[in-house]
């Protein structure tokens, strides 16, 4: 069974911080690379920044510097620590595996960021 579950959202300002986390299912995790997506109203899904299974990461241009993906093999976990959070950054943030191999999302987590 495929699944993904993410949490750690909410509402912030400008400036602040959140830190998500995402918990899938060991048929996904285990030798895949995972990311972290987001998809603001209107636009596009892009690739925020991903991790391989040997810990390595690379990260979207607008984040760089401002936010960490890491994950827990152990714990099926990825997670993104989110800093000096812009209005920009507000979107639906979504995990799965770089590339995607199943077409299955879990239900996302919102993040707001005020100005």
């Known amino acids: 069974q495929v699944q993904l579950a993410e949490s750690g959202g909410g509402l912030v300002q400008a400036g602040g911080s959140l830190k998500l986390s995402c918990t899938a299912s060991?048929?996904?995790?285990?030798?895949?690379?995972m990311g972290w997506y987001r998809q603001a109203p209107g636009k596009q899904r892009e690739l925020v920044a991903r991790?391989?299974?040997?810990?390595?990461?690379n990260y979207l241009d607008s984040v760089k510097g401002r936010f960490t993906i890491s994950r827990d093999n152990a714990k099926n976990t990825v997670y993104l620590q989110m800093n000096s959070l812009k209005p920009e950054d507000t979107a639906v943030y979504h995990c799965?595996?770089?590339?995607?191999?199943?077409?299955?999302w879990g239900q996302g987590t919102q993040v707001t960021v005020s100005a």
């Open positions: 991790v391989y299974s040997g810990g390595s990461t």
């Open positions: 060991r048929r996904l995790f285990s030798s895949n690379a």
């Open positions: 799965n595996t770089v590339p995607i191999v199943y077409n299955v």
